[in-house]
């Protein structure tokens, strides 16, 4: 439903899952990711920490809350977004959140590895189960333009 454009509809079934099944840690971290989407993004937090709380190594829930938390302004997010690779380094979604907060940087250095992060994210989301690589490979073109 969120991939349709429906972020109300993902998050009412969303929360029908978490309360039939509360131990369900995916679906929890699906649950913060409508709520990322909506930016709603102390929400998304919250939905995140649980899935944590349930599973502890869900690379996919740190990934999400790391970049929820950096949207809120907390650059320490950034931790659980490198946890979440340490987790799984074959995460995309980890190496793509990571890309996202370093292109947002100042810093040449921090281009260059939102560069290579983004490059890996793609190369490792190559069936596009993870995410749209259309978005990721838009997001790479801008950093190398802003890099010339």
């Known amino acids: 439903m969120l991939a349709l454009g429906d972020g109300p509809g993902s998050e009412a079934a969303l929360l029908k899952v978490t309360?039939?099944?509360?131990?369900?840690?995916?679906?929890?971290a699906a649950l913060g990711a409508t709520y990322y989407a909506?930016?709603?993004f102390k929400e998304a937090i919250e939905s995140y920490r649980k899935a944590?709380?349930?599973?502890?190594?869900?690379?996919t829930a740190l990934a999400g809350m790391?970049?929820?938390?950096?949207?809120?302004?907390?650059?320490?997010?950034?931790r659980e977004i490198e946890r979440a690779i340490k987790a799984d380094p074959n995460?995309?979604?980890?190496?793509?959140?990571l890309a996202i907060v370093y292109s947002q940087s100042k810093s040449?250095?921090?281009?260059?590895?939102s560069e290579d992060e983004f490059k890996k994210a793609i190369q490792m989301n190559s069936q596009g189960?993870?995410?749209?690589?259309?978005?990721?490979e838009k997001m790479l073109a801008d950093v190398q333009k802003r890099k010339k």
Do not use: T
């Open 19 to 28: 309360q039939a099944e509360p131990q369900w840690s995916s679906a929890y």
């Open 38 to 40: 909506e930016a709603k």
């Open 52 to 59: 944590i709380e349930i599973e502890p190594n869900n690379a």
């Open 66 to 78: 790391g970049l929820a938390r950096v949207m809120k302004g907390d650059r320490d997010g950034v």
């Open 91 to 97: 995460c995309a979604l980890a190496h793509l959140n």
């Open 108 to 113: 040449k250095r921090e281009w260059s590895r």
């Open 129 to 136: 189960l993870e995410f749209q690589n259309s978005s990721a």
